[in-house]
Every structure is written in structure tokens, then in C-alpha cells.
DNA sequence: ATCACCGGTGGGAGCGCTCCCACGGTACCT
DNA sequence: AGGTACCGTGGGAGCGCTCCCACCGGTGAT
């Protein structure tokens, strides 16, 4: 069994040709079992599997990555800290997501941070080097410079939320500006005539398109629109109490807040509450993500559900695509890959 | 400056070759400057450097992998679901800690979750084939089969809690005996008479030696034993209100709690509440961890604090060394690499 | 002058795989 | 009968790197 070689090579793992040899069949059959082709008699595939089987074989990565041109991996990129990753559900729900689409698939995912300079020098090196076939971006600023690097490399990628209505990059989205018009709509609907808007930061694409469903449900129920009522908030919750104090100082007779998230309408809620204003009563209020803030807030908070762990599995897919359609080359359309999912308004007490 | 070759390959990215015919010197110079080895005069060095520049060189991985037979990849293995991963702070804490370590190496950290079956058996297959060049594995259980996986895959692993106190593998842990005894030594300078235990997973080595800490400080205070003042928990806040509630009902008359961690000493809160106890007045409560929820409890837990970065840098450290030495072969020495680090009580109100 | 030695260097021989061309055989057409 | 088509198959030629041996010239010892 041993010596049908030139060196035997005891310890170490089996290799294609070991397994060729096992088999009684040449490599490239062994190649073409191992990878799935189907242009492999019954019989000779199952000599292979069983020769694969008996001899635990397991593909060189390496080799076939030399080979092949491609790693089998895609990095999942986070341009942030550590620690703002971890307080947010909304990564960890995305990444339930992308794992599960990609379970049924060989690809490999890398969780990568980029939160500081360093690492994101670290970051385009390791992209530089071609390490992975594909990047799934995740909450992207305007002027990053990331995706241009990508395209730069020829790396497919997919951007979770367009940095402006011009994306040029695959991107998977949830209805921003449909989740703000339902959110608005509610509030009219249970009768608020002056419905305020604590904005997102406006450089993100999302906040701005928030806006957008904002004014768009107030004039389809022919309301007139009152910039005073919109305040430009940051997304924190000290961002919230400012923007809100600021909205009750220039209109002490607003009746309704409808808030760019939920950790925004926390802010919001301290301070209507030191302002002695009862909720929903004196003023309902409405948050967006529908993150565990929302439900464990006093009252508990009306907000908009986006569907985040749908958007990982659509990301998934489309980067698929992508590296797919890239592999045999130039074909590929040009046509562009824009995922919108739809939101959903959960009404809690809170309005 | 084309045409030094037959097939002339302008898309593609500089290989090894063709950084050599520019620095006007031979693949394996260039090798050598690449891997910083000192067998190379400094001139050629510099005239390698700049044509690595020039070109915008960038060794391909896969190739290198190949040949050298390793990956310059890490994967830190987390035998969770995502979403444990993400409630707990400790495993922030901890990628931070081995992220900063690992930042000026060449080394790649996966991150890899294996929480369930599915997930566990890519992550052996991944494993089999050889995908990194070592493993750092956190939080793992007694009867958990990776450790022998990876042993029988000949891969360096570091554990982060030795399974139990004849761990083979290298391990960082805190000193869970001294941070146990240093707790319940506080509460006994406090003036308390009866101090209970609520103790986490005894299935968890570090809690078994919490256990132990516990006994000694009291041993040491010359007071005896008395075991229905030992409840286990299992390190959950429902754990923790049942086993309250047991310690309760047996021994009213106590006046202190050690809990085995502060989602556990969070139940114990609740019932102690619920009993009209008064924290600390009449039941003194110290927790394990010094996590968020210590901080932000009513009042505020004192608690034993982990250092949690540090391990995590102490573990890349092991885990290189482990590695490195490796690679030569056969030398390598069989002395046990343990490390242990100190914890530090910090007081609050609750005791 | 001769030799051993060593720093610095070039390049052959792989690493284990995929890709692709070539080959023999069978089935179906003319 | 010969021709054409294809299927299943074997194996050569790389992929870009590291490892290592051989080589060159300069140095110091003999």
C-alpha cells in the first residue's frame, strides 16, 4: 500500500494523487468528484468517495486557491470599533443572517474590523493580497474611502444601505423612506396634528431618505410642511434629548415625535418626561429599528422593524452572484443590484 | 519592459518573478528581503524595496501557503450561537485584548462561531484541512470534543479556562481560587457571620475553584464549613433567583451571598428584594466578573473583577510561541503552559 | 600561494491543486 | 463501411511561492 512513490509520505495528509492512486483512477477524475462536476461515471464517483473516505481526505486549500485563483472566503467588514459592534443588535442580528445563508455553501466568513487607522491599513493590505473572494460592508459613512478601494481591486462586494442614491455598488437595503411614511402615517392616523422628526445624521443616506418618508406622509394627508418641526439629530441618545429639547423650545405645541431610532426617542422620552408631558398622551412618540430599547422602554416604544437578518441573507446572495458572475469574466451585466426590503411598524404604547 | 516573458501579463498583479527582472537581482533575493531575512546586503535590500514599491507587489498568499505550508491566519473559535456571544461583554473585552496583540504581526484573526451542530461540523472540516495555523478556543466545556480535535489535528491551541487542573493544553485564566477567597474574605472583614454561595456551572472548572476559594477563605477565618450555605447556580439570573431562594428557605439567618457571577448575583438580588432583605444592611451580596450589569445595579455590586484584555493579549502570546515552536519540529519542550492572572475586587455598595 | 570559510546570491525543485487538451470508446448518423 | 459526435477519462502544464543547494568572490589562516 505504501511505496507506489518515490518518498513515502507517512504522516502527512493524503493528496489528490494518493487518492487518484487509491481509486485506481488518474487525478483529474479525483479532481472532478471532489468538485462536484458531472461528468463522472456512477461507478468511478463512488470508488473515489470511498477512496476519499477511507483515506480521510481533505482539500489543500492553499493548493487550490493557487490554483484556482479564488479563496473560498469572504470577509465580513466592520469600519468600526469592536465595542460598537457589540452594542448593537443590529450586527448581531446581520450576522445571523450571513451565517445561515451561507451554511449550505463552502465559503468561509471572515469577521474583519477596521476600526482605527491601523487596522484599516491592516485591512487593505489583506484585501490587497486578493484574501478573500468577496466583502459584505456594513454601516458605511459617505466619504469612505473602502468601497473606491474595493472597486479599485476588482473585489466584488455588497454595501448594506447605498451611500447615495448614485450607488454604484450591490447594496441591500430596508425601505427608509416607506418605514418613516408608515411611522408618520400612525401618528396621523391617531389624530397628532403637529408631528415633529428627530433626524439621523443627515451624511447617512438612510437618515436623509427618512426625512424624505417624513415629509411625504405629512403632505399626502395634505398637511402643510413646517421645517421648524424637522431637528437634526445624531443617532446618539444625548443627540435625542438635544434635538428634542430643541423642537419643544420652537414648538411647545407639538404633539407627536417621530424619532430617527429608538436610542434617538430615549433621549427624546427624558426629556418630554422632565418636561412633565405624558406619553402618548401629551405627545406620542415613534422610534425606528426596533432594537430591545424599544421594548423595555416606559412606555414601551412604538417603532419601525427593519428586517436585518433577511437583509444579511440578501447580502449574501447578491455577493454570490456577484463572485459567480465575475469568475468566467468579462460578461458580467452591468445592470445594477439594488435589494430594497420592506419595513414594518410595530405599535406599542408609546403612541 | 513588457515581452521579458512569453505570455505577457498586464491585468494581473506582480508576482515574485517579476519583481526580481525589475530590481535587476533573483527570485530568491527577493524572497529573502519579503521574509526580512538578514543574509542580504543593504543596497540589494533597497533596490528590492523600491521595485516592490514601483510595482505595487503584493505576495500571494495562497502561494506562499503552499509552499511554506502555512496560513499567517488565527481563528479565535467561540463554541456559542452568535447571540451569547454578543449579550456577554466578556467576549468583547477579550477580542479587543487579542486584536491589540495581534496587531503588529502578520497573523489574520477568524473569528468562528460553532453553535450548533451544523456549525461544528464546517468548523471540523475547516479545521482538517488546515485552514490556520493555530486556535484560540474560549469558553469551552468539560465534555467539549474540540480540544481533542485540534490535538489530534496536531494544531496549537490555547484554551482560555483549563478544563480541569490537568489541562494538557496551554491555558490563560484569572485566578478564579484568590479572586473567590479575596470576596469572601471582604464580606468576613465586614463583620458577616454566614456567607452563602451561589455557585456557577460546576461542570466549568472555574467554578469549581471558585467553590474552593470559597471554602478556604472561610477555613482561613477559622469558621467551619457548612454546606447548606453552598447552592449551585448555573450562572444564569433565573439560576440565580432559584438557588436565593433555597439558601432562603434553609438558612435564613444568612447575612452575606457570594454570587459566581453577576448575572447570578442579579437574581439573587431580585428575591432577596422580594424578601424584604435590605442590600447591603441586612444581607450583604458580592458578584463575579465586574461586567456592565455590576455597575448598574441597585445598588451597585461590588464584584471581582477578570482581566479580560489581558488575557486575550496573553493568549496570542501563548498561542505564537506555540506556533513558532512548532515550526522547527521535533524540539519543542512538553513543559505545561499555564498562565494565571490575578483579580482585583472592586467594593460597592452592595457589600 | 593554497585552502577553508562565509556572506551574499541565483535558480531548480517542488508544494497540491485546477485547467484543459488529448485520447479511446460507444452511439448514432450518412 | 466510414464519419461525426460526444462521454468519461488521464495526465501535462502551470499557479507563485519557499526551501535549499550550489556558486561566486573576498577574507583570513596555513
Chains 1, 2 share one sequence.
Do not use: W
Not at 429599528?289 to 427593519?306: E, F, G, K
Amino acid at each position: 500500500m505504501a511505496s507506489h512513490g518515490a518518498r513515502s509520505r507517512s504522516g502527512g495528509r493524503p493528496t489528490l494523487e494518493e487518492v487518484a492512486a487509491r481509486a485506481g483512477v488518474g487525478r483529474g477524475t479525483v479532481s472532478r468528484v471532489i468538485n462536484g462536476s458531472p461528468r463522472v461515471s456512477d461507478a468511478t464517483r463512488a470508488a473515489v468517495e470511498a477512496a476519499v473516505a477511507e483515506l480521510g481526505y481533505v482539500p489543500n486549500t492553499a493548493a487550490r486557491a493557487l490554483a484556482a485563483n479564488r479563496t473560498d472566503a469572504i470577509a465580513l467588514v466592520v469600519p468600526e470599533p469592536e465595542t460598537r459592534f457589540f452594542a448593537e443588535p443590529y450586527f448581531s442580528d446581520m450576522l445571523k443572517g450571513v451565517g445561515a445563508e451561507l451554511s449550505d455553501t463552502q465559503m468561509q466568513l471572515l469577521l474583519i474590523f477596521a476600526g482605527n487607522d491601523r487596522e484599516r491599513a491592516r485591512l487593505a493590505q489583506y484585501l490587497a493580497a486578493h484574501r478573500v473572494d468577496g466583502v459584505l460592508l456594513v454601516s458605511v459613512h459617505a466619504d469612505d474611502p473602502l468601497p473606491d478601494l474595493l472597486s479599485q481591486l476588482e473585489i466584488p462586494a455588497v454595501i448594506s444601505g447605498p451611500r447615495s442614491a448614485a450607488e454604484t455598488l450591490p447594496s441591500v437595503d430596508s425601505d427608509n423612506y416607506g418605514g418613516a411614511r408608515s411611522a408618520v402615517e400612525h401618528l396621523l392616523a391617531r389624530g397628532c396634528r403637529a408631528v415633529a422628526h428627530i433626524t439621523g445624521r443627515l451624511d447617512v443616506y438612510g437618515a436623509q431618505r427618512r426625512v424624505d418618508g417624513y415629509r411625504a406622509a405629512l403632505l399626502g394627508a395634505g398637511h402643510e410642511l413646517d421645517e421648524q418641526l424637522i431637528q437634526p439629530g445624531d443617532f446618539t441618545e444625548e443627540g435625542g434629548r438635544r434635538a428634542m429639547t430643541e423642537l419643544l423650545a420652537r414648538r411647545p405645541d407639538l404633539d407627536a415625535v417621530f424619532a430617527g431610532s429608538d436610542v434617538m426617542a430615549a433621549g427624546a422620552r427624558q426629556v418630554l418626561r422632565e418636561e412633565g408631558r405624558r406619553i402618548p398622551d401629551d405627545v406620542a412618540l415613534v422610534g425606528y429599528d426596533d432594537s430591545a430599547i424599544a421594548r423595555h422602554m416606559d412606555p414601551p416604544l412604538t417603532s419601525v422593524r427593519q428586517p436585518i437578518e433577511e437583509m444579511g441573507r440578501r447580502m449574501i446572495d447578491l455577493l454570490l452572484t456577484e463572485i459567480a458572475d465575475r469568475r468566467p469574466a468579462v460578461t458580467r451585466e452591468l445592470e445594477r443590484r439594488q435589494v430594497v426590503l420592506a419595513t414594518e411598524l410595530v405599535a406599542r404604547r408609546s403612541s
